[in-house]
């Protein structure tokens, strides 16, 4: 499948009488915007949007090699630095980076590399993880500026390994030197539906299912994968892909074992994070269990945001996901806000907040107007 130029450089509307966040995603289609076979292009041949730069890490000690890409704004008043899930593509969140870049939030991405089958790869990640936020020398860190304040953010698997690295006291004195405040997105704490924590017959079955014949096999070609994809589609799971390969069966167990560590050693041992840290709690997520990253966030005595979306809010529900960030940030900024361009951000957070209180009116007098509460449910969240 080739690529339209639109789903490369997704252009703002010219139309300035739009709110800001209608002009980058009047006609967004998460579904269609991020199918597999357009995912896959893209990595494969590497395409960038428009403004973004690519400079990669290698580890040497274990020769993995993890692809970064930064998009900076034109005047910055924050930096965020993205760690994304398994197997996940930059390329799916380039509608949100360019809307990110136009109300003045610099952003920085990191991929974790595809080990195809190969399992063992969690110690390498963890140590990844680590380097791509605390270590300013790297390669795409090196526009970074000083003075700009700087958000830590992780999805899925990366939200892990942001975990078991604070479980390090050195670790979380870095993060809380270096970052005002952290977001942890549908981090994966236990397999969904089958937590040690609150399923424990099913996580039992789960080790069951497993066989020499199948481990090796990419979840999708085992029977419990087949059945688990049919099962997404029946719950009404929207399909957003923002991984270019489904992983094999054994690392799913290889991540099952390195949560349950960390959940034990939370439950062991007090334990605090080092910044600020909101967690997204997606209930409807059919990848991490919701509940797990609840009692997480209670044990470390984080915020909680729940939203009703799947694995990937900030795919499927952006503008709320984005509302309930800037909010963040101007929470843990504090008087410095007001030394910083931070207008555009008020702007979109204005229009946003509005637009959501009209849906809620229209909701409400629903019941008297025909047709009125199907029209706030038309428009976006």
């Known amino acids: ?57 290698t580890d040497h000690d274990n020769g993995m090699t ?5 998009a900076d704004a034109g005047e910055p008043w924050l930096e965020i630095r993205f760690a994304l899930g398994l197997n996940a593509t930059a390329f799916a969140y380039r509608r949100a980076v360019s809307f990110m870049n136009s109300i003045g939030i610099s952003v920085v991405m990191m991929e974790l590399p595809n080990t195809g089958l190969k399992t063992e790869f969690m110690p390498a990640y963890v140590k990844g993880n680590h380097r791509f936020y605390n270590d300013d020398s790297l390669p795409i860190h090196q526009t970074s500026k000083p003075r ?23 670790k979380r004195l870095e993060n809380s030197r270096k970052f005002i405040g952290a977001i942890s997105m549908a981090s994966f704490f236990a397999l969904a539906g089958a937590s040690k924590l609150f399923h424990p017959r099913r996580r039992q079955a789960f080790n069951r299912m497993s066989h020499p014949d199948t481990i090796h ?5 085992t029977r419990i994968g087949r059945y688990y994809s049919s099962l997404l589609k029946v719950l009404g799971e929207p399909q957003v892909f923002s991984s270019t390969k489904n992983p094999p069966y054994a690392a799913i167990f290889e991540l099952v ?58 795919l499927e529900s952006p503008e709320k996901l984005m509302r309930r960030l ?12 007001h030394d910083l361009p931070t207008q555009r951000a008020e702007q979109f957070l204005e229009e946003s907040l509005a637009a959501k209180a009209e849906r809620k009116w229209l909701k409400t007098i629903g019941v008297l107007i025909p047709g009125a ?4 449910k038309m428009q976006p969240s």
């Open 217 to 221: 096999l990419r979840t999708e070609e």
């Open 1 to 57: 499948m080739s690529i339209h130029p639109t789903h490369l450089h997704p252009l703002s509307s010219q139309d300035n009488s739009l709110p800001l966040f209608e002009r980058y995603f009047q006609d967004y289609d998460a579904v269609k915007e991020n199918t597999r076979d357009i995912l896959c292009e893209a990595w494969q041949k590497n395409i960038l949007p428009e403004g973004w730069i690519r400079k990669d890490f």
């Open 66 to 70: 993890f692809p970064c890409y930064r």
């Open 373 to 376: 509460s199907k029209q706030a």
């Open 257 to 314: 074992a390195y949560a349950e560590y960390y959940v034990d050693a939370l439950l062991n041992k007090d334990q605090s994070s080092g910044v600020k840290r909101l967690y997204i709690v997606p209930k409807n997520d059919t990848v991490a269990c919701p509940k797990t990253l609840k009692k997480v966030a209670d044990l470390l005595g984080g915020e909680t945001f729940k939203m009703k979306n799947y694995h990937n809010p900030l």
């Open 148 to 170: 700009i304040p700087r958000l830590q953010m992780d999805h899925s698997t990366n939200g892990l390994c942001t975990g078991l690295n604070e479980l390090q006291e050195s």
């Open 326 to 337: 800037v909010q963040f940030a101007f929470e843990q900024l504090g008087d410095v806000i």
